[in-house]
C-alpha cells in the first residue's frame, strides 16, 4: 500500500545533534531496496539538503528533495528541477518595507549563501548553521532580491518568538491571497509563493510518479509539515513534535532522538 516516504529533516530525520543515524539510514536503505521511494521535505534550501541526500546516496539511488517548503522540488537521479515556484517581484519591495517596522530581520538565499543586511543576529546565525552555509552581508536586500536575473522561492525572517507570532499574523493579513506566510519554528517566518507548501509539492509529485496520497507516508514535527501530514494517506509526528501536529497526525511515533524514522519504516513498510 505505501510507496513513498516523506521525511522533514530537522526534528525528524535527523537526531537534536543533527546527525543521521546508522538505524535510519540502513532502515531507509532496505526501504529502497525494496523498490519504494524517498522524499527529503524541508523549508531548507537546496544547498542545506544536499548534504544529507549525499549520505544518502540519493544521486545513485534516486529520490527527490523538496526544498524552501515545497516551492522547489528536484529529481537527486538527475539534479534537474521538476517543479518551482517563486515569489512575484512586485511583493518585494511591499513586504520588505513592512518588515522594517518590525523587530525581525529578514534573509534570503543567493550565491549558495544566505544574503541579509544583517551577519550578527542568533537566530539568522543558527539558520546558517543549520544548513552549513555562510552569511553574505549584503548591503541592500531588496536590491539583491529584485535583480533581473534572481528569482526569490522564499523570505526568512527571524524573530523573538515572543514577537513572531504577531508578526505572522500581521503579515499574512496584510498579504492575504499574495502569499503563503507562517512559522516553522517559534522564531522563524516563512515567506514563500501563495500555494506553496510542502502538502501541494507532494501532491504533484505523487501525480508525476503515477502514485496517489493513500501510498503515501509522510513525517515530521513542525507547522510546517501540518500541509503533508494532512495530505499523505498515513500522516506521522514524531513524539517531539508540536502538539498542533500530533492533533492532526494518524500515528505518533518516537522522538528523532530515539530513532523514529527507523521505527516507521520497520512498522509500515518492511512489516
Known amino acids: 500500500m505505501y510507496k513513498v516516504l516523506a521525511l522533514d529533516l530537522d526534528g525528524t530525520l535527523v ?83 513592512a518588515l522594517s517596522f518590525e523587530e525581525c530581520v529578514p534573509l534570503s538565499y543567493k550565491y549558495g549563501k544566505i544574503i541579509s543586511e544583517r551577519d ?40 523573538e518568538p515572543e ?26 517566518i516563512e515567506i514563500v509563493p501563495i500555494g506553496t507548501d510542502k502538502g501541494s509539492a507532494l501532491d504533484s509529485l505523487m501525480k508525476s510518479m503515477g502514485y496517489t496520497r493513500e501510498n503515501l507516508v509522510a513525517c515530521g514535527d513542525g507547522l510546517n509539515d501540518l500541509t503533508m501530514i494532512n495530505y499523505a494517506g498515513l500522516g506521522v509526528c514524531m513524539a517531539n513534535g508540536c502538539e498542533e501536529l500530533k492533533n492532526n497526525a494518524d500515528y505518533i511515533c518516537p522522538s528523532n532522538d530515539e530513532d523514529g524514522v527507523a521505527s516507521v519504516v520497520e512498522k509500515f513498510f518492511l512489516c
Not at 49 to 75: H, Q, W
Not at 136 to 159: F, R
Not at 174 to 181: A, E, T, V
Open 120 to 159: 550578527d543576529e542568533k537566530y539568522l546565525i543558527e539558520e546558517a548553521n543549520i544548513n552549513h552555509l555562510e552569511i553574505l552581508k549584503v548591503k541592500s536586500l531588496k536590491d539583491e532580491l529584485l535583480a533581473s536575473d534572481h528569482e526569490t522561492q522564499k523570505i526568512l525572517c527571524t524573530a
Open 163 to 188: 514577537n513572531a507570532a504577531r508578526i505572522t499574523y500581521e503579515l499574512a493579513e496584510m498579504f492575504h491571497g499574495r502569499l503563503n506566510i507562517f512559522r516553522s519554528e517559534p522564531y522563524f
Open 15 to 97: 537526531n537534536s545533534k543533527k546527525e543521521l543515524t546508522k538505524r535510519v539510514k540502513d532502515a531507509l536503505d532496505e526501504l529502497r531496496d525494496n523498490g519504494n521511494h524517498v522524499v527529503l521535505a524541508s523549508g531548507r534550501p537546496l544547498a542545506g539538503i544536499l548534504p544529507i541526500a549525499k549520505k544518502l546516496e540519493m544521486e545513485k539511488r534516486g529520490g527527490y528533495i523538496l526544498s524552501f517548503n515545497g516551492g522547489c522540488v528536484t529529481d537527486c537521479a538527475t539534479m534537474q528541477q521538476i517543479h518551482s515556484r517563486n515569489i512575484n517581484k512586485e511583493y518585494i519591495s511591499p513586504l520588505l518595507e
